[in-house]
């Protein structure tokens, strides 16, 4: 199948959140900010989709939290599962790679904000 017409789903625990994407995505990135690993309770491992890709299909237990002045995150708040990252204003959207369904065809290609890190585990090992 070509890349331009693959769809992906995903969503949370609960399915509570349910969502599409349809097209590329960029492979993942792990951000090992202080703001992510409070968030995920590890690392944020996303991929990233434009807006136009992007489809809620489920949404009803959706909720946002405004985590800077520059940026909100979005999670489930039945099941607690942590989903989206934007940027304010952006056309993009992060998407948290394990809520995405298997296969994602997707790997992970870059560590950001390393120095942040916690010091319980070692950096994961990228291809
Ligand atoms: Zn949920
Ligand atoms: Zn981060």
Redesign the pocket.
């Known amino acids: 199948m070509a890349e331009v017409d693959r769809v992906r789903t995903g969503g949370c625990l609960c399915e509570g959140v349910r969502y599409k994407t349809v097209g590329e995505l960029r492979d993942v990135t792990n951000?090992?900010?202080?703001?992510?690993?409070k968030?995920s309770g590890h690392?944020?491992a996303a991929t990233e989709a434009d807006l136009s890709q992007f489809e809620l299909v489920n949404h009803a237990t959706l909720r946002w939290y405004e985590s800077s002045d520059a940026a909100k995150r979005g999670f489930c708040n039945h099941c607690g599962s942590s989903l989206f990252?934007q940027r304010n204003g952006a056309q993009t959207i992060s998407i948290t790679a394990g809520t995405l369904d298997k296969p994602t065809y997707l790997a992970t290609t870059r560590n950001?904000?390393v120095e942040?890190k916690s010091d319980y585990h070692d950096l994961p090992v990228l291809k």
Do not use: G, V
């Open positions: 951000c090992f900010c202080i703001q992510c690993q968030t690392h944020f990252w950001i904000f942040d």
